[in-house]
């Protein structure tokens, strides 16, 4: 049974930085597609940047030239920087990996890290 655990998410003043962590145990197949979404209150979940295992990356508009994503294929694990957070940025964000080499993975999900940008 494929889990994914985030960790990392807080409270944080503008301007601030954050690094979050997605940790992936018990999948049979490589997750070759992996990402975070995020779900601000009343807001449908978006993509915020994603990552394959054949080097593709992708980050939102929103997003660029403040977060970054990585991945350590040794230790399972992907991981999304944050600097120069905004107040917009708070919300639930959520891991998500994928079988396919997708910037879109949707398979499986993790439960999701609150991160709030507030003063």
């Known amino acids: 049974q494929v889990q994914l655990v985030e960790s990392g998410g807080g409270l944080v003043q503008p301007g601030g930085s954050l690094r979050l962590t997605c940790s992936v145990s018990g999948s049979r197949f490589a997750i070759n597609g992996m990402g975070w979404s995020r779900q601000a209150p009343g807001k449908q979940r978006e993509l915020v940047a994603a990552?394959?295992?054949?080097?593709?990356?992708y980050v939102a508009d929103s997003a660029k030239d403040r977060f970054s994503i990585s991945k350590d294929v040794a230790q399972s694990t992907m991981y999304l920087q944050m600097q120069n957070l905004k107040p917009e940025d708070t919300g639930v964000y959520y891991c998500?990996?994928?079988?396919?080499?997708?910037?879109?993975?949707?398979?499986?999900w993790g439960q999701g890290t609150q991160v709030t940008v507030s003063s």
């Open positions: 998500s990996g994928d079988t396919e080499y997708t910037l879109r993975p949707a398979e499986f």
């Open positions: 990552i394959t295992s054949g080097g593709r990356s």
